[in-house]
């Protein structure tokens, strides 16, 4: 047998000529980033295979000095990613159950950041990590923090925090925009603050000159991506677009207080017809009132029954202001202007869950939605198609072995067996087992705490109910989601003799990249739905 040699780490005092192991067999992870005289050590497989989203590691501080190690978190239970130091070392944020933590190295004291505040709804979005700290005043004594809706100054000392935005009043989230600054956590400049906010399907930015008050820039409704401020903190650059405008850059100086379109990307659009865009309210059985987007075809009229594609994935109202340039290159096959320009109406539900129940609560909201977008206009009952990928593959094929609503159907990438996939790995590594109980399937016991609910909300376990037509399709190299996955509902389908059609495409893992396959897929399934919606011929390749 041969022997297995690893790499550590050490340091060297080139004064006094003397090193100091840092990593070895019990620690064989470091930390060195801003370390000032101190690193972190620990090692990721303190409590075995990782069964949660992310495993559980003991943190310690080492110092380079004495070589010393002590325990600085027991059982860290968020990303290494999320371990935030402050512009000069000293001090460590992080996040740790349920709470924000600060922890002074010169002091070697703990800080519980979260139970500062005077707002509850901070406890809301910090439960996973979701916003760290922004950044710090310039001598380190407090840290700008988020609850739900404002922005906080949060000192390390007993002085009460400070809210610095007043968005709770009104509904309106606001986030932070620090200027290009490298740094983990960066000086936030008080002199001059650059918001962006959001409410609803409105968005916008604003600004604070001198720490008073906030003063709007741009607030509607129109989708961005991407904002930069100056290092001076003194302007603003960010893009903007709508569901008719394609992209544009926008400009704003607190100096001169004017807002300016610096490049209005593809201004060609405006000489071309575009579909119409609502949103749909409705609500799920559990009386949750829900928002779906409805994009109309191109050139609708009252006195015609149009057909209709959902397109599905979690919560979709979000992109409600997307531009989409109609493209044969889509990574899932589907493109909503493709579809629109075609005379489909394109609708997004948005879906939320219940613990235990993903597929069922999944089919409630999918069939709520897309009967209330039915109601309100010309929508042929008996025409519409049900299309999705990767969760949303999976939520496709579950929805069809529940309701015989939907004409036609296309899954990509979908998983078709909670149980087969509970015991792989995914990208040969990781094991899987926490995607089923604490991330997106949202199970909560493992296989064999609840084997049956396994089952139930395995499509393959309910094929048999399946009557529409299905497409399914994926990559053979998907280290994600095993393209074998939808082999086994392929199969399962033609033994029942049920209408099916598989493509497995080469070298393409989880999303369709080589533009040969991504022209391909897009082109079949517009053939797949034209057929069994529009009543198109059977493309050749369509069994």
Not at 308 to 320: G, L, P, T
Request: with cysteine; net charge positive.
């Amino acid at each position: 047998m041969g022997q297995l040699f690893r790499n550590f780490h050490s340091v060297w005092d080139v004064k006094k000529n003397k090193s100091l192991r840092i990593t070895d067999e019990e620690f064989p992870q470091a930390i060195y980033k801003n370390a000032n005289n101190q690193v972190l050590v620990y090692n990721q497989s303190t409590y075995g295979f990782k069964t949660h989203y992310r495993n559980r590691i003991d943190l310690y501080r080492m110092n380079l000095v004495t070589g010393k190690r002590t325990l600085l978190i027991k059982k860290y239970d968020h990303s290494i990613n999320q371990l935030k130091r402050s512009p000069s070392g000293r001090f460590l944020l992080y996040g740790h159950q349920g709470q924000w933590w600060c922890y002074d190295m010169k002091k070697q004291k703990k800080i519980n950041l979260t139970a500062k505040y005077s707002s509850p709804e901070s406890y809301k979005i910090m439960v996973n990590g979701l916003e760290p700290p922004v950044g710090w005043n310039e001598n380190e004594t407090a840290v700008f923090m988020y609850d739900k809706y404002d922005l906080w100054k949060v000192f390390l000392d007993d002085k009460t925090p400070v809210r610095i935005t007043r968005g709770k009043e009104k509904g309106i989230t606001y986030s932070l925009i620090n200027p290009h600054i490298k740094s983990e956590t960066p000086y936030v400049n008080e002199q001059a603050l650059f918001f962006s906010m959001t409410k609803g399907l409105l968005r916008g930015y604003a600004y604070s000159k001198n720490k008073k008050n906030i003063h709007p820039v741009d607030f509607k409704s129109f989708y961005t991506e991407r904002s930069i401020s100056s290092p001076d903190g003194k302007s603003i650059a960010y893009t903007t677009e709508t569901n008719k405008r394609p992209t544009a850059i926008k400009y704003f100086s607190i100096k001169n207080k004017k807002l300016k379109t610096l490049v209005q990307s593809n201004p060609h659009y405006k000489t071309y017809q575009w579909y119409h865009t609502d949103t749909i309210t409705y609500s799920n059985k559990q009386g949750k009132r829900l928002i779906g987007t409805l994009r109309y075809p191109i050139g609708y009229q009252k006195d015609s029954l149009y057909p209709m594609i959902v397109n599905i994935y979690e919560k979709k109202s979000q992109f409600y202001n997307d531009y989409i340039n109609p493209s044969q290159y889509n990574h899932s096959g589907v493109n909503a202007s493709n579809l629109t320009s075609k005379g489909y109406f394109v609708f997004l539900p948005d879906i939320v869950y219940k613990v235990g129940e993903p597929g069922f609560s999944a089919v409630d909201c999918i069939v709520s939605g897309t009967k209330a977008a039915i109601k309100t206009a010309a929508i042929d009952p008996k025409r519409i198609g049900l299309t999705g990928y990767s969760f949303g593959g999976y939520e496709t094929m579950f929805t069809i072995t529940q309701t015989h609503l939907f004409t036609a159907a296309a899954a990509g990438a979908g998983i078709s067996s909670f149980n087969w996939n509970y015991v792989t790995t995914e990208q040969q590594i990781a094991y899987r087992y926490y995607m089923h109980e604490d991330y997106q399937f949202r199970l909560k016991n493992s296989l064999y705490d609840d084997y049956q609910g396994y089952l139930d909300n395995s499509p393959l376990y309910h094929a048999k109910n399946v009557q529409t037509p299905l497409l399914l399709y994926a990559g053979d190299k998907d280290d994600h989601v095993s393209y074998k996955q939808s082999i086994a509902f392929h199969l399962a389908l033609k033994r029942l003799h049920r209408e099916n059609a598989l493509l497995i495409y080469p070298d393409e893992a989880h999303s369709i990249i080589a533009p040969t396959h991504q022209r391909d897929i897009t082109r079949k399934i517009e053939q797949w739905f034209g057929h069994y919606l529009k009543d198109e011929s059977k493309a050749g390749w369509m069994p």
